[in-house]
């Protein structure tokens, strides 16, 4: 069993600064591509930002969040970060990490999505 878990969510003012934290645990084979995900209430699950497994962990990141949020990982630890700066109350979600797991099984190696159970941040005006 793979298990995502995430920490760091909280209420902050406008303009204020959060990080979120998301360690993998369990047994797996690797761990590639991670990223965060949010989803406001009665909006669709979106991205927020995506992070490579290679030594260059290459990024990726919506245009609403471009330059104020940095996601980061630490492969020793598998675990993936976002730091998130400049909060405007439109940021207001439930916050998913995921991650793409290499898995064995009796047949092989296996890929799969993995989801943490979300953790809430909330920007007041």
């Known amino acids: 069993q793979v298990q995502l878990v995430e920490s760091g969510g909280g209420l902050v003012q406008a303009g204020g600064s959060l990080r979120l934290s998301c360690a993998a645990s369990?047994?797996?084979?690797?761990?590639?591509?991670m990223g965060w995900y949010r989803q406001a209430p009665g909006k669709q699950r979106e991205l927020v930002a995506t992070i490579t497994s290679t030594s260059a962990s290459n990024t990726n990141y919506a245009d609403s969040v471009k330059g104020r949020f940095t996601i980061s990982r630490d492969n020793a630890k598998n675990t993936v970060y976002l730091q998130m700066n400049s909060l405007k109350p439109e940021d207001t979600a439930v916050y998913y990490c995921?991650?793409?797991?290499?898995?064995?099984?009796?047949?092989?190696?296996?890929?799969?999505?993995?989801w943490g159970q979300g953790t809430q941040v909330t920007v007041s005006s």
């Open positions: 369990g047994s797996f084979f690797s761990i590639g591509n």
């Open positions: 995921n991650a793409r797991v290499t898995v064995q099984r009796s047949y092989g190696l296996t890929q799969r999505d993995y």
